[in-house]
RNA sequence: GCACCCGUAGUUCAAUUGGAUAGAAUGUCAGAUUCCGGUUCUGAUGGUUGGGGGUUCGAAUCCCUUCGGGUGCACCA
């Protein structure tokens, strides 16, 4: 049993002899003593001074005197207010890391049958990864492992959005001006080659409409009018006609960006189960259009258009058929919806998605949940605030983007020459070392991109997130390197196992002891040094642990690092999130 | 105009989801270290939680109001 559910049922008990009180379990809360106090676990007892018909203060020291006479488990206790502080006798410890020594993958929660489908990234074909989507795929990743530790069996998808007029703007200007490019002969990625493309397209397109304009037109007719604009409209009926010219061009400059995303992804350690492609899925969804109106869901509209009417939660009419029978993105996201469960049968699914698209996904779901789908209620949005620059806003066609490529190699740069001048990579052969600089260059960035409450907008300061020093991932990953070489010259010393540490404590220093107590819940394998540098799972580690054993938060501050990598876990990602698609 | 999100030390972010004296990093200042105006260490400084009301034992957190910033209100995706 855990140390929370013993003292919550001596609590309960606590009651019924003392004040002859019935309170359940599941009303008792416990939270972490503040390090300046005497203990681990407090409980609040100002919420009970009616049961108890005693003021708090007194509330808690009968309680407390109880614990103490009849629970060994309470080894002392003090009363500061309505707040009871209690202090564990030290066999719950040494219990308690038994316990944990005998787990194997502590902490990482036995499989529940449950599936969790994720999907997040969801680039576009015509131009490369950016800052913005190094934010979303963080936050995917994280949001993956985080549910996979707590036992749900996870897949990740992508939903690439390979078809549109934006794809024909890169593929027309190529056309015009590519003369014949390719990503070997140009030395460019492939992504990054379509991309200059669609920059192109623009800049012609902006010199048309001057043009216009300055042959009497007006600037918003211009807009419309600009030939390479209709040309490329064009392209796209003929795309959509099957044209087997633009279909092979289409084909072969997605295939470069693929190529290119491939590589992004691999430098970033991410995979996906499935991808899913918008040209693909488009036209799905105009069956159950049907189907709603059918159920009398959706209404028809004298034009012919069809409408669901979502006033009665707050929203407005929203259109899901165009007049002409055409779909629109709600369409396509309502037939995608249901691909996605035919094909993974989940129990939860996440759209890792931008917080522009909050009202869509509302609606979305709530669609879904009238229509009657039995998945609709797992469905979440897991939304997320932009990235700024000091500049101001990221804008792709001002030039004004952080490539995502470009930012991960200077990272990787960075970490390469800080870790040089430090002289730490003496006896690495190459692959070694450049395994480091990945792990310390990709980490920072993941910690710089993830500390940061998902919902709120991210300051990026390029400055910063290359800084190695203060509360930054390489600094706690310094700790733990740490942490291990202590936990090395314990075993020098001829400590075989972390109990025995616990127990023969003559052979270190009383500091070393308290650390050791304090890894040796940290199973090495979430280790910061390991594979991935991934805050957001660590952060997931440290709040069970902080729930359950409050006791590690007070030894921390033994060690100012302690403390800064016990803050890093709990504040990587918001708990709340993981929280959040539990429910 | 309507709807949603955000507002916390000079700055960038936390705050166990309603708990105790609101914490870190960075910046600034002072001291130590030293081939250095650099690095590293120690300490100090720094707050009316945008403002105003309310709810209660208790509010950064919940409610109302007001002011700032952002996003969405397409028969685009």
Redesign the pocket.
């Given at each position: 049993m855990n140390i929370d559910s013993l003292l919550k049922k001596s609590l309960s008990e606590a009651f019924k002899a003392t004040f002859d009180a019935e309170l359940d379990i599941s009303e008792i809360?416990l939270?972490?003593?503040?390090k300046?106090?005497v203990g681990s676990h407090?409980f609040?007892t100002?919420?009970y001074a009616r049961l108890s018909k005693k003021n708090?203060e007194e509330t808690g020291r009968i309680l407390g005197e109880y614990l103490l006479q009849h629970k060994s488990e309470v080894k002392s206790f003090n009363v500061?207010?309505?707040?009871l502080?209690i202090e564990l006798s030290d066999i719950v410890w040494l219990n308690l890391f038994a316990e944990i020594l005998d787990t194997p993958n502590f902490g990482i929660h036995p499989p529940t049958n449950k599936k969790v489908l994720v999907e997040f990234s969801s680039p576009n074909t015509n131009k490369p990864l950016h800052l913005g989507h190094l934010r979303n795929n963080f936050l995917g990743h994280s949001i993956s492992q985080i549910l996979g530790a707590n036992g749900y069996d996870v897949s990740m998808s992508n939903l690439v959005?390979d078809r549109?007029?934006h794809i024909c703007k890169s593929m027309l200007a190529y056309l015009r001006y590519g003369n014949g490019e390719t990503p070997e002969s140009s030395q460019l990625k492939g992504d990054h080659l379509a991309g200059k493309y669609y920059v192109k397209f623009d800049q012609e397109y902006k010199k048309e409409i001057e043009e216009l304009v300055a042959g009497g037109m007006e600037a918003e007719q211009a807009k419309k009018k600009a030939p390479i604009l209709l040309e490329a409209q064009a392209m796209l009926q003929k795309w959509e006609a099957n044209d087997p010219e633009v279909i092979a061009l289409w084909k072969q400059m997605n295939g470069w960006v693929y190529d290119g995303f491939n590589q992004s992804y691999e430098t970033m350690g991410i995979h996906f189960d499935k991808y899913y492609y918008?040209s693909e899925t488009?036209l799905l969804g105009k069956d159950i259009v049907e189907e709603g109106l059918e159920k009398g869901v959706f209404f028809k509209?004298d034009?012919g258009?069809v409408w669901v009417d979502l006033t009665d939660e707050?929203m407005?009419e929203k259109?899901v058929l165009?007049?002409?029978g055409t779909?629109?993105?709600i369409t396509?996201d309502m037939g995608t919806a249901d691909l996605k469960y035919g094909d993974f049968k989940f129990d939860k699914s996440v759209y890792v998605v931008g917080?522009?698209?909050?009202?869509?996904f509302k609606v979305l779901f709530s669609i879904l949940k009238k229509l009657g789908r039995s998945y609709a209620d797992g469905l979440y949005h897991l939304s997320y605030?932009?990235v700024d620059l000091p500049s101001g806003?990221m804008k792709s066609r001002e030039g004004t983007v952080v490539d995502a490529d470009d930012l991960m190699q200077e990272m990787l740069d960075t970490a390469e020459q800080h870790t040089q001048e430090l002289g730490k990579v003496e006896g690495f052969d190459e692959t070694e070392a450049k395994e480091l600089y990945r792990k310390l260059g990709l980490g920072a960035l993941k910690f710089y991109l993830l500390?940061?409450?998902p919902?709120?907008?991210?300051?990026f300061?390029p400055q910063?997130s290359v800084e190695f020093?203060?509360?930054?991932a390489p600094f706690i990953q310094y700790t733990f390197a740490r942490i291990s070489s202590i936990l090395r010259r314990a075993k020098q010393l001829g400590i075989e196992t972390n109990a025995e540490v616990v127990t023969n404590q003559q052979h270190l220093a009383a500091e070393e002891i308290d650390l050791i107590k304090v890894i040796s819940d940290y199973p090495s394998k979430i280790a910061l040094a390991g594979d991935n540098m991934d805050p957001a799972v660590i952060a997931q580690y440290a709040y069970d642990l902080?729930?359950e054993y409050n006791r590690f938060y007070t030894v921390h501050s033994i060690f100012?690092e302690e403390?800064?990598a016990v803050?890093a876990m709990?504040?990587a990602l918001?708990?709340?999130v993981a929280?959040t698609i539990e429910n």
């Open positions: 809360g939270q972490e003593t503040r300046e106090f407090t609040v100002f919420p708090p500061v207010k309505g707040f502080n959005n549109g007029i918008e488009y509209k034009d258009s707050g407005d259109l165009r007049a002409d779909s629109v993105y396509q917080n522009e698209q909050d009202y869509h605030g932009m806003k500390r940061v409450d919902k709120k907008r991210i300051l300061n910063e020093q203060g509360f930054t902080a729930k100012k403390d800064n803050m709990r504040v918001s708990q709340q929280k």
